[in-house]
């Protein structure tokens, strides 16, 4: 079965400091998609970045990036030059059955401090 | 501007009175879905629609209705709620190929649901 799991609850990270979100998950589909959401206090969900499974360089976003190990079943996002505007809620997310389906894993709630 | 509009923002009701969440986006998506946030179980998939009159069960369907009549519109019927459906509802859409990113969702503003 389709599972994705964030590991950590809750961190914190100093202002302009680097921070990694851990997501790994499981899926028998070769054909996946992986993403990560942030969801701040006022609770929208924003789509931060894409990792197609076939794709063989990591995704970029600005201070987002995706490192995707796909023989280790992770896609762990790297916040660099963390901001204060960076704390929220972080999801990450699969989609497979060709794009039909989509799992979401429990969250890690990000504190950036000044 | 690109966006996946829900109404009411806000809902309070009684248990048994039948209501509908509205959710509409203007990307001539093929793709919608609706889903629930609860605290510690994160986003959970109710229903969704790979294109008009096709819909599908997600994860925790029981208690809900959907309809696809247009591809636009995605509408979120509970017949008759009941206190464990209070939530925050997500409706998203998206493409189902193609592009840089495809099948990335984009995701309403929510609806706060209050069944008491």
């Known amino acids: 079965a389709q599972k994705i799991t964030q590991t950590q609850p809750g961190m914190f990270v100093q202002e302009k400091e680097a921070v990694t979100l851990d997501c790994t998950y499981d899926?028998?589909?070769?054909?996946?998609?992986l993403f990560w959401y942030k969801q701040p206090s006022s609770g929208e969900m924003i789509f931060l970045i894409y990792?197609?499974?076939?794709?063989?360089q990591n995704a970029t976003e600005g201070r987002y990036s995706l490192n995707f190990q796909k023989a280790r079943k992770s896609a762990n996002l790297v916040i660099s030059a963390s901001q204060l505007g960076d704390s929220a809620m972080y999801f990450c997310?699969?989609?497979?059955?060709?794009?039909?389906?989509?799992?979401f894993g429990q969250g890690t709630e990000l504190s950036v401090k000044p | 501007e690109a966006q996946v509009t829900q109404n009411p923002r806000y809902l309070i009701t009684v248990t048994g009175k039948k209501l509908t969440v509205t959710c509409s986006q203007n990307?001539?998506?093929?793709?919608m879905s609706w889903y629930r946030q609860d605290p510690g179980l994160g986003l959970r998939q109710i229903y969704y629609?790979?294109?008009?009159?096709?819909?599908d069960k997600g994860d925790v369907p029981e208690g809900y209705k959907v309809s696809r009549k247009e591809k636009r519109n995605f509408p979120l019927i509970l017949e008759s709620p009941s206190p464990n459906q209070t939530s925050l509802y997500f409706c998203?859409?998206?493409?189902?190929?193609?592009?840089?990113?495809?099948?990335?969702?984009?995701f309403g503003p929510g609806t706060r649901l209050t069944v008491l």
């Open positions: 990792q197609g499974s076939y794709d063989q």
């Open positions: 997310a699969m989609s497979y059955n060709q794009g039909g389906k989509l799992i």
């Open positions: 629609s790979m294109n008009v009159e096709v819909t």
């Open positions: 990307m001539n998506h093929e793709y």
């Open positions: 998203a859409s998206s493409f189902l190929a193609g592009g840089p990113a495809p099948d990335t969702q984009y």
């Open positions: 899926t028998s589909d070769p054909s996946y998609g």
